[in-house]
């Protein structure tokens, strides 16, 4: 647990990382596209939440809030930090160092350690950061750091540090999965969709991981400066998304 660095501890709420993809919103909700390609079909947690426009799948950071609500935040972030986040979580092992490896390293050359990752607020439609430090022989020398979401959790995976949530935003913005049974109940045949007929594990191969593998590959490639690597997977999911067009 993290030590006391205000007065407003009590306002924040520890919270963890799923293994999500990408978000998308529409008229029915949110679904959340997981590591393994199955989807997780979500409304707000808060009636009076703010009204989210229909929207495209966007790369996003989902962090799941630890007080027993079931919570999710989701957090739309650059298709990279995503990506390295994954490979942290993952252990997937990235020959060049990262940027977020780089400013690990820095902090512990500088005598400092990394206490814990705070998501304070949102402005407008940003999401705000703050990465707490404090000296390795003093631990009450201690300073703060405003930095993107997505960078502050990929320091915090990789420092094992606790990444908390403001309770403000986890009432306002948060959402929470909807399980098959209650959305049939609660809603019915919605526009033609059976709420009953949500997506489900089949045992039959999942063509939407796969495709995020390729893209994985891709992209730790192209981190690595291994361009023939990165081509060849480029390739690849060329080849799949052609299939899949065929299919449909």
């Known amino acids: 647990m993290a030590g006391n660095f205000s007065e407003s501890d009590e306002d924040y709420v520890n919270s963890t990382v799923l293994e999500a993809v990408?978000?998308?919103?529409?008229?029915e909700g949110y679904v959340i596209k997981m590591r393994d390609g199955k989807n997780l079909r979500c409304v707000h947690n808060n009636s009076q939440g703010r009204n989210i426009p229909e929207s495209a799948p966007q790369p996003a950071?989902?962090?799941r809030i630890e007080d027993g609500s079931e919570t999710l935040l989701p957090i739309i972030v650059l298709e990279m930090p995503s990506v390295l986040l994954m490979a942290a979580i993952r252990n997937v092992h990235i020959a060049r160092p990262t940027i977020y490896q780089v400013v690990k390293e820095m902090i512990d050359k500088m005598g400092y350690e990394v206490k814990l990752v705070r998501?304070?607020?949102r402005i407008q439609e940003a999401y705000c950061a703050e990465l707490y430090l404090t000296k390795t022989e003093d631990p009450t020398d201690s300073i703060t750091f405003d930095l993107r979401p997505s960078d502050a959790i990929n320091i915090a995976v990789r420092c094992k540090v606790p990444i908390q949530v403001h309770r403000s935003l986890a009432y306002?913005?948060?959402?929470?999965?909807?399980?098959?049974?209650?959305?049939?109940?609660?809603?019915g045949v919605?526009?033609?969709?059976?709420?009953?007929e949500l997506d489900r594990?089949?045992?039959?191969?999942?063509?939407e991981a796969q495709e995020f593998g390729l893209v994985r590959n891709m992209l730790i490639a192209a981190v690595e400066e291994r361009y023939k690597d990165a081509a060849s997977w480029k390739d690849k999911l060329m080849q799949l998304r052609s299939k899949r067009k065929n299919w449909a």
């Open 22 to 27: 990408e978000v998308r919103s529409g008229s």
């Open 190 to 196: 919605s526009e033609g969709l059976l709420f009953t």
């Open 119 to 121: 998501v304070n607020k």
């Open 201 to 207: 594990p089949d045992g039959q191969p999942c063509l």
């Open 172 to 187: 306002s913005d948060g959402i929470r999965a909807v399980e098959p049974a209650r959305m049939a109940v609660a809603a």
């Open 61 to 63: 950071i989902v962090l």
